[in-house]
């Protein structure tokens, strides 16, 4: 929103905010939960917001999972009652996006996994998994789909050469469209461990090819007009709610929303402060409106 402040609220500050929004959009990871793990406070977090007749949604990069998974992963960890139609994943999304949108007349090439094949199955967008072949088996000698006429890159964590080549041979037909889930750098996992995002993929495409990938999941707007097509949302009364400056941050003030930063999951109140006071003005959208240290500061002022 206007004049971001990356300003640390509490208490009826909290309210404050709160009270002229309507809907409420949470990150998942980082946010909600981290990893199997909710973030504590959170399952009451989202009762009581809706309880209050607050719209809530959940918006995610994470491709791996189709929507019915993410609703066993809600109940798994206590969330009781989120619905699959207030989840918008960026695999359901990329779904969405090719059927509605795009309208392909053809098949898609995926590099990704069982959450972007099950929501393109469910939408009745045709698509080829992009399987590694025989082994020994090399780009020359492994057959081509005259039919592809979209490339989609997601999370793959069963990722071979062969597929990027494949990829990249479709790809030289500029009528071939370059979707990718989401542009995530690399994600935290367990014990300092972390795993290369979707967008390390994707951007090994890029360079192969000199063509820029369609993002279709955070910061790109195309989550929000699918929730707002489905539930006439105003941006002005949302808030996004996020871990990540570069994906949720933007992504909401790409949007209209105002922003708040949670400190739980990846980015840290430095990183957002060194946004605002960076000479650049271009840097200036990555600063959130507001930061808590957690969702469950919201506790106290929702409670009654
Ligand atoms: N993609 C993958 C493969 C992930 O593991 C994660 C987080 O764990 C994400 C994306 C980011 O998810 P979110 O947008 O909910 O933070
Ligand atoms: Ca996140």
């Known amino acids: 929103g206007a004049g971001r402040g990356c300003q640390k609220i509490r208490g009826s500050q909290i309210r404050d905010v709160l009270d002229t929004k309507h809907s409420v959009l949470f990150d998942c990871d980082g946010v909600i939960w981290n990893g199997e793990k909710a973030v504590a406070g959170a399952t009451e977090v989202v009762s009581l917001l809706k309880k209050q007749g607050k719209n809530v949604f959940f918006v995610t990069n994470n491709c791996t999972r189709p929507r019915e998974n993410y609703v066993q992963k809600f109940s798994r960890l206590g969330f009781t009652d989120v619905a699959q139609e207030e989840i918008f994943s960026s695999a359901y999304c990329s ?50 789909d005259s039919d592809i006429k979209a490339v989609l890159v997601g999370y793959d964590d069963k990722l071979t050469f062969l597929k990027l080549a494949k990829a990249c041979c479709y790809l030289q037909n500029d009528d071939c469209l370059f979707l990718a889930t989401d542009p995530d750098p690399w994600h935290p996992l367990r014990e300092g461990r972390v795993t290369p995002g979707s967008g390390s993929l994707t951007a090994a495409l890029e360079t192969a090819t000199g063509r820029k990938a369609t993002v ?74 507001y930061v808590v240290d957690t969702i469950a500061d919201f506790l106290p002022v929702i409670e009654d």
Request: glycine share 10%.
């Open 95 to 144: 779904a969405v996006y090719l059927r509605d949108v795009a309208k392909v007349q053809g098949k898609v090439f995926v590099i990704g996994g069982h959450g972007v094949y099950k929501e393109l199955r469910e939408a009745g967008v045709p698509f080829v998994e992009g399987e590694a072949d025989d082994p020994g088996m090399t780009i020359v000698d492994c057959p081509l």
């Open 216 to 289: 279709i999941g955070k910061p790109s707007c195309f989550m929000f007009e699918c929730i707002a097509s489905q539930f006439g949302v105003d941006p002005t009364n949302s808030l996004m709610v996020g871990d990540r400056l570069e994906t949720d941050i933007l992504f909401g003030a790409n949007c209209g929303m105002d922003t708040m930063l949670t400190l739980t999951g990846v980015s840290t109140l430095e990183e957002a402060q060194a946004y605002k006071d960076d000479q650049a003005p271009e840097k200036k959208i990555y600063v959130p409106d």
